[in-house]
């Protein structure tokens, strides 16, 4: 199923993802932020477990902000499984 999340206190705007039946992420795409980056999360998460992904990227912050993308993706997936 696919999902749109709209991120908080971060340069990317949005988070496009999708869970398959089997609770793996696909299909990571952020809009805004550093592309380069943040493709690499989502080659980096592609086919992982969503609940791996969390354990990973949970809490994750960039510069003095209390969150980061990654850590936006995380609440993303959170809010959908």
Do not use: W
Not at 2 to 7: K, S
Request: hydrophobic letters at 35%.
């Amino acid at each position: 199923m696919d999902y749109e999340y709209l991120t908080k206190g971060v340069c990317s705007k949005k988070i496009n993802f999708s869970i398959d039946d089997e609770n793996k992420i696909h299909n990571v795409v952020f809009m805004g932020g550093c592309p380069g980056n943040l493709k690499a999360i989502g080659k980096l998460v592609e086919g992982m477990d969503a609940n791996k992904v969390c354990e990973i990227l949970e809490g994750n912050t960039c510069g003095i902000k209390p969150t980061s993308c990654a850590d936006q993706l995380v609440k993303a997936i959170k809010e959908r499984i």
